[in-house]
């Protein structure tokens, strides 16, 4: 008997409730929190690369716990290099450097770290209360699908590939198809039979996502931090002003947090559109719909702190939207959650919200609860974290090292791991070079096995006839449409963004 929502709210609510869910959650808190403040080279892709060979082997809420509470807080402390260094803290946080920078340097620094610390909660909980509102309205279309309709649903993700490959739409496709190649290397699972295996038992059971992630991205930025030797080296802003004025100002500009926050629940649903163009539509927002026209942007105007930190934490709930209840990914972080929780025996999509919607509940909860703590400890220790944003990349580099070797060596112990996470290092490192998106290989990678399951059961259950199904029709409609729309707008609002956005944009679109 499937339980109702009412059931399923309280049953994820009392699952978070163990004292081991509560500690993972905090020490999820505490790594994003590090991974916002921390120098470039780091970032929440690497980060959950690196937890995710752990995890997998916990118990489900315990690890959920962990890695939500780690990627739910990344961007709320993501304000310190924009506002103490000039420097992005992320890709989500490239407009908050035109405000906040010369907010820091006049002395409000503390300020607009304030600002950004009270919207980036707001736009949290904003986004957490849409993804609860979503699924009771998702959850009686989800009966109307069949394998032939969640095929589509799927074929729709993997067809944003172009748009998450930003301006290099072919090389993203290529990376795709190579993602798709990899994904049938072992037993076919509905025929049993044996692909690219070359005789090669450690390629019987395929190849591990998290590992192939750890390499596509672990070993790259260590590389990165030691060739180019990122990281913060000039005087930081000083770290002066109060807090509390930023937390008026927030409060004060309300109504222009929960525009920004819905603008990023959209980008965060809408596929293909992605974190490293949210806070520049906020932005953007802001300054138009202001009633002096934007004059005082860019010269330290606090809602320019407080539009592109809203829309970036709201963006967080309206990425779990289309990844719990469709089932596709919005990015590597979402892609690498999906592998998560396929390895704990959940299928995202319609088929969680069927069997397991305390499940998804439970997201909503850590989600909110984590993006409540994330703020406290924003606001308690800014003068702590403000010191953490210096810290070296000769202790990062041999640091991140270590955690990628350990992590590929966890998953199954056996030493063919670490040579394939090398030589997936190294085809991350070039495939970053050469402008050849890594997400975009993640996602092939993640939905190429979903796609040829659905297919599979298609085909087996209905023959070519289920392409003919009114829902399959009207999917492919909407997929279509929705392609063409957020190709479209991804290249308007890059055309009209300034020249710095643009080029801030095309920067991490690998990394987004």
Known sequence: MEISLVDAAFTGFLNILHLKVFFALLIGVSIGTFTAVAPQGLGMPLVYAIMLP???KWEPITGIAL???????????????????????????????????????RGEARRALGASFMAG??????????????????????YLMGSPE???????????????????????????????LLATVGQQAQSGIMRFVFDEPYLLDGLSISIIALGVFGIPAAMDLAVKKLGVEQQPAPLTGKLLDGVKDTLREWWLVVRCSFLGVWVGIVPGIGSSVVDW??????????????????????????????ANDAKDGGDLVTTLLLGFP?????????VALLAWGYLPGPELIKKNPEIIYSVVWIQGISGIIGTLVGFSLASQLAKLAQVRYSIMVPTIFVF??????????????????????IIGYFMRRFGYPRPALILGLVLGSLLETYL?????????????????????????????????????????????????????????
Request: positive net charge; aromatic residues 8%; charged residues 15%.
């Open 121 to 142: 909660g707001m736009g949290c909980l904003i986004g957490t209360f849409t993804l609860a509102l979503a699924i009771p309205a998702a959850r009686p279309l989800i």
């Open 54 to 56: 752990v995890v997998i």
């Open 456 to 512: 599979y059961r298609s085909m087996a259950s209905y023959g070519f006839s289920w392409l003919t199904r009114p829902g399959v029709v009207a999917l492919l409609i909407l997929s279509s449409t929705s392609f063409f729309f957020a190709v479209r707008g991804r290249m308007k609002s890059a055309a009209k963004l300034p020249a710095a956005a643009r080029k801030d944009i095309l920067r991490n679109e690998d990394d987004s």
């Open 330 to 338: 919005q990015g590597v972080v979402t892609a690498l959650f999906i």
């Open 404 to 425: 990628v070797l350990m992590g590929a060596f966890s998953v199954t112990r056996d030493p063919a791991d670490l040579l394939t996470v090398v030589v997936f290092g």
């Open 281 to 310: 539509l906020a932005y953007g927002h802001a300054a138009q719909s202001s009633k002096d026209g934007g004059a005082r942007f860019g010269q330290g105007d606090v809602r320019g702190v407080i539009a592109p930190e809203s």
């Open 67 to 105: 890695l939500i509470g780690a990627s739910s807080v990344s961007a709320i402390c993501a304000a310190y290099l924009p506002v103490l260094f000039g420097i992005p803290g992320g890709s989500g946080s490239q407009a908050t450097i035109l405000d906040g920078y010369p907010m820091g340097r």
């Open 150 to 180: 969640l095929f589509v649903v799927v074929l729709w993700g993997l067809s944003m590939v172009a748009v998450l490959a930003g301006r290099r739409p072919l090389k993203g496709l290529m990376a795709a198809c190579f993602g798709l």
